[in-house]
T-cell receptor
Framework: GAGVSQSPSNKVTEKGKDVELRCDPI?????LYWYRQRLGQGLEFLIY????????KSGLPSDRFSAERTGESVSTLTIQRTQQEDSAVYLC?????????????FGSGTQLSVL | QQQVKQSPQSLIVQKGGISIINCAYE??????FPWYQQFPGKGPALLIA?????SEKKEGRFTISFNKSAKQFSLHIMDSQPGDSATYFC??????????FGEGTQLTVNP
């Protein structure tokens, strides 16, 4: 596709349920990021995938959060036993990788509401 | 040392005025400094970026000023327009590493 695609665009769930958020990066982009953005707040880094390297999971807030990526393709962010404080927009971004940094392309995000 | 501090948190400017957003960093290894613009309901998008070999970069009404000795950089929006109303994020990175974002500035340009 032309850009980073995220699905669903909106997700409403009940406290305690598990949710899966999906990100389709731009074809050929080896780097993929997940960020969380609470209402009116900044970008909170969650996890970073770069090619076949071990992912940088240093931003995951708890063991309820996990993410996977299949090769250089789709990524899923899973939140288990959701809590109300998990309510936020989850943004995915991808980029090519080089030693000189590349532009990040963001999706429009998944708005997660935990009731 | 990985933090990027951004100010102000919010900014209101009249149409035609100059908007100035500032960022400061600690990690002297940072060598890439982009600014991202985010409209409501959308993901951020790259606006302009600078590397420390120059002190200023201009693209249209947008200018980055970079002060390596002070470890600060700023975004200037000249002739600000209502359509510039958005949230602006500064960021920094070392070559090949992931970006560290500032906290964001919500800019409102009044007609």
């Amino acid at each position: 596709g032309a850009g980073v695609s995220q699905s669903p665009s909106n997700k409403v769930t009940e406290k305690g349920k598990d949710v899966e958020l999906r990100c389709d990066p731009i074809s050929g982009h080896t780097a993929l990021y997940w960020y969380r953005q609470r209402l009116g707040q900044g970008l909170e880094f969650l996890i970073y995938f770069q090619g076949n390297s071990a992912p940088d999971k240093s931003g995951l807030p708890s063991d309820r959060f996990s993410a996977e990526r299949t090769g250089e393709s789709v990524s899923t962010l899973t939140i288990q036993r959701t809590q109300q404080e998990d309510s936020a927009v989850y943004l995915c971004a991808s980029s090519r990788w080089s030693t000189t940094n590349e532009k990040l392309f963001f999706g429009s995000g998944t708005q997660l509401s935990v009731l | 040392q990985q933090q990027v501090k951004q100010s102000p948190q919010s900014l209101i400017v009249q149409k035609g005025g100059i908007s100035i957003i500032n960022c400061a960093y600690e990690n002297t290894a940072f060598d890439y400094f982009p600014w991202y613009q985010q409209f409501p309901g959308k993901g951020p998008a790259l606006l302009i970026a600078i590397r420390p070999d120059v002190s200023e970069k201009k693209e249209g009404r947008f200018t980055i000023s970079f002060n390596k000795s002070a470890k600060q950089f700023s975004l200037h929006i000249m002739d600000s327009q209502p359509g510039d109303s958005a949230t602006y994020f500064c960021a920094a990175a070392t070559s090949g590493s992931r970006l560290t974002f500032g906290e964001g500035t919500q800019l409102t340009v009044n007609p």
